[in-house]
């Protein structure tokens, strides 16, 4: 199969699961590309939306359209590690007593963490560990996860009461952040009538675990030119060196991240090699939530798209 062929059924593939998943959600159509570039990218996501906009749907019609294992975990402040890692239980077996690992909600292929900011700070970390190591420990056993191995957590901006926001260097550890906004009329009148029926709509299972294994191999392997790294190099830069709204720049992770993300949209949009219109479209879900701006900048209502649009602007010339 030649590198051609072989782009356009990554292409068809990830066509059919949108289809798939457009028989349930309805709009929303860039959110889910973003949560399936993530996943493309072997990634996680952090969502920010506001309560009933079908985030935990969208991610469960996903997991169903992919064949994956879904869990979803509720945060809340009372929420324990062991609640989501799992815990040993004592067993009785022939006569005795032992210990059997009972695993946890984390052990599955897509997990929702919702509001995740309402979780503590020492069971956010319970996640992120396993976010970054794909791995989980339990007093002295280690236990790897099944991979493909996705998080999405989600945020509420609202309600902030009783709350711990996750801090700036574990934000980073999430390679997009996601803004799911309100439908149109148009759109909104099609829910109503898609959910106020007797019959609720179904998916199908049309791309299978091994291929999205394979499909995130082939994401790295998207052609990127030299002069659009280095306009990714210097989109990151800018957020370090403008001191006018920014207090705390981007890493270089976030390089990484923009380049893979633009990799997968390449894909996705049915192009074998990264295009400039890519690296626009991601630079804004890779770098708004590893930008801090400024006390003044926060004051004058500064928003951070807005900022990021200027860097992009202002690099391209």
């Known amino acids: 199969m030649s590198s051609k062929t072989t782009y356009k059924y990554a292409t068809d593939a990830t066509s059919s699961v949108f289809d798939e998943v457009s028989k349930v ?65 004592v067993e009785e077996h022939a006569g005795g007593k032992e210990f059997r690992f009972e695993q946890g909600p984390v052990f599955a292929n897509i997990v929702l963490a919702d509001e995740i900011n309402r979780a503590s700070p020492k069971t956010q970390s319970a996640l992120l560990e396993a976010m970054q190591e794909k791995q989980v420990t339990v007093g002295k056993e280690t236990y790897v996860l099944d991979k493909p191995f996705f998080v999405l957590a989600t945020q509420n901006p609202i309600e902030m009461e009783g709350t711990y926001p996750l ?16 439908p149109s009329p148009e759109e909104e009148d099609t829910i109503i009538e898609r959910y106020t029926g007797n019959i609720m709509p179904t998916v199908d299972k049309v791309l299978p675990k091994e291929t ?22 210097k989109i990151v830069g800018a957020t370090r060196s403008d001191r006018r709204e920014i207090e705390y720049g981007a890493s270089p992770r976030a390089s990484i991240g923009l380049i893979l993300a633009s990799k997968a949209r390449a894909l996705i949009h049915g192009r074998s090699y990264v295009s400039e219109e890519d690296i626009t479209a991601m630079a804004y879900p890779v770098l708004r939530h590893r930008i801090i701006l400024t006390f003044e900048a926060e004051r004058k209502g500064v928003n951070v798209d807005d900022v990021i649009k200027n860097i992009v602007k202002d690099t391209k010339k």
């Open 25 to 89: 959600i309805v709009g929303q159509k860039e959110s889910v590309e973003e949560i399936v570039i993530a996943i493309l990218c072997n990634g996680h996501a952090l969502v920010e939306s506001y309560p009933g906009l079908g985030k935990t749907l969208t991610i469960s019609t996903l997991a169903k359209v992919m064949d994956l294992k879904f869990s979803r975990i509720q945060c809340t402040p009372d929420l324990m590690p062991s609640d989501i890692t799992g815990t040993y239980i």
């Open 167 to 182: 801090p700036e260097a574990q934000l980073d550890r999430f390679l997009l952040k996601i803004l799911l906004g309100y």
């Open 212 to 233: 999205l294994l394979e499909l995130q191999k082939l994401t790295r392997d998207v052609p990127i030119a030299n002069d659009l790294k280095s306009q990714v190099i």
